[in-house]
């Protein structure tokens, strides 16, 4: 069962047949502005928990995974996301902010200002933490 949240609803598009299929989330943009999330790293938590490959689309702003999902798998696969790295702990705000906290990721309420860390061994956490420092890496050249 999915709870359905506030905000947008996942809107998403099969592509070819069996082996060859992709599944593409059509609103990514739209999902991660709402969570203030980067799209990219929101695409690898879908790889990692569908198990598959995935990424996002700069130029068509779409997730692409790799097989074929349906709507319930992926809405409850953006419900984990926005439990684990969104969702504000103490007081269920999803108006947080991302950051980088020694060796982990975490996000601040902007609601009731608490810190969450999220867990370091979580291979999205290690993403971010990689994405974000190549792009201080790029600005401090
Ligand atoms: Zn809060």
Do not use: W
């Amino acid at each position: 069962m999915n709870i359905q949240r506030d905000g947008p609803v996942i809107k998403i598009k099969v592509l070819g047949r069996s082996s060859g299929s992709r599944t593409l989330i059509v609103n990514s943009k739209e999902i991660a502005i709402h969570l203030n999330r980067d799209p990219d790293g929101i695409s690898k938590f879908f790889g990692y928990l569908l198990g598959t490959l995935s990424y996002y689309k700069k130029e068509e702003e779409q997730i692409y995974l790799y097989g074929m999902y349906t709507f319930d798998n992926l809405t409850e696969v953006l419900n984990n996301f926005t439990d684990q790295f969104v969702q504000c702990g103490d007081c269920l705000s999803l108006v947080t902010e991302e950051f980088i906290s020694s060796n982990t990721i975490a996000f601040i309420c902007r609601n009731c200002g608490k810190t969450t860390l999220c867990d370091p061994q979580h291979k999205y956490v290690q993403f971010r933490i990689r994405s974000i420092k190549r792009i201080i890496r790029l600005v401090l050249l």
